[in-house]
């Protein structure tokens, strides 16, 4: 008979083993032929050799999934043991597998942000291979969601230090100087949907904190002038609002260890009609530079509601 000893000194044990122990006793079910003993901060596990193997690395993903949102429930822990594996797979390939899936992310409360479509799974290829993407499509395709999502995975797996979120403060239709309050509550309306990205992905405490300490940095456009970032992921979202001269001092804020996503609609351009949006330029001359790369959407990726594809549609025959 082998033995098998594996640590969960950084995981806390009323989490992973659930009230009354119920989850230990899932576990010990789901594993008849093994004998399974918790100790404090580690356990043994006693058993053949193939069985181990097989127990090793789903335990190991439930650790996993435990250190990502910090919490376990039955549903998730019965997916975790559930589900079929090679048993003659390295725990590095495991590891691998459950990386290269659809799940960018997890959110408070087992929440699995995925790519949903053929092009958001291209943005996630893009970026692993390459420092600068540009998502281009219309409403409703998940390009800054699926972008801030990317930044938040890079965070949690120590990639990178911070994420920086910005967007040009251009007036749709309003003027910022008739808004109510200061500055900061002038700007918010704008940078709204990034908060809401990111309230879909970090637990509200932890997000709170992360703002309070500046991990993560939530600002207009024009606040990124004469920076240097490096060592983080930037996005620049609706990015056709933005000028050729802040386009391009946007993205020559970039650090030697940086990761930046831009992302825009070309066809909801904000600018004073005289003004060409950068964005048109960007895409024109940046097109073979290697190290970029340039995913478009369309309305095959909505992932709202399904009326917004018959809307886009309608609305492209008048442009």
Request: proline share 4%; with cysteine.
């Amino acid at each position: 008979m082998n033995e098998l000893k594996l640590s969960i000194e950084n995981i806390n044990p009323a989490v992973l083993w659930g009230p009354n122990n119920d989850h230990f006793e899932i576990i010990k079910k789901q594993y008849p032929k093994l004998k399974i003993v918790a100790r404090g901060s580690e356990v043994k596990v006693l058993g053949d050799e193939r069985e181990l193997l097989v127990f090793e690395e789903k335990f190991n993903h439930l650790l996993q999934h435990i250190e990502k949102f910090e919490n376990l429930n039955i549903t998730d822990l019965e997916r975790v043991l559930g589900s079929k594996i090679d048993i003659n797979a390295t725990v590095d390939q495991a590891a691998d597998k459950f990386a290269s899936g659809e799940v960018i992310v997890f959110g408070p409360n087992g929440v699995m942000v995925k790519a949903r479509t053929a092009n958001q799974r291209k943005m996630v290829d893009c970026i692993n291979k390459s420092d600068i993407l540009f998502a281009i499509g219309p409403a409703g395709t998940g390009k800054t969601y699926t972008a801030v999502a990317l930044a938040v995975r890079a965070l949690k797996n120590k990639e990178i230090k911070r994420i920086i979120l910005t967007r040009p403060a251009v007036e749709a239709g309003e003027n910022l100087g008739f808004l109510p309050g200061d500055l900061k509550e002038k700007i918010d309306p704008y940078l709204r949907p990034l908060y809401d990205a990111l309230d879909d992905m970090i637990p509200a405490e932890k997000l709170k904190l992360y703002l309070e300490n500046r991990t993560i940095e939530i600002a207009p456009l024009a606040f990124m002038r004469g920076r240097t970032l490096d060592n983080c992921f930037v996005i620049l979202d609706e990015a056709q609002n933005a000028t050729d001269m802040q386009l391009k001092m946007f993205l020559t804020r970039m650090g030697p260890s940086a990761k930046f996503i831009v992302t825009g609609d070309v066809t909801q351009i904000d600018l004073p009609k005289k003004q060409q949006s950068g964005l048109h330029t960007a895409l024109r001359i940046l097109t073979d530079i290697k190290g970029i790369e340039i995913v478009y959407l369309s309305g095959e990726d909505v992932v709202r509601h399904k009326l917004v594809r018959k809307i886009l549609e309608a609305y492209g025959d008048i442009q």
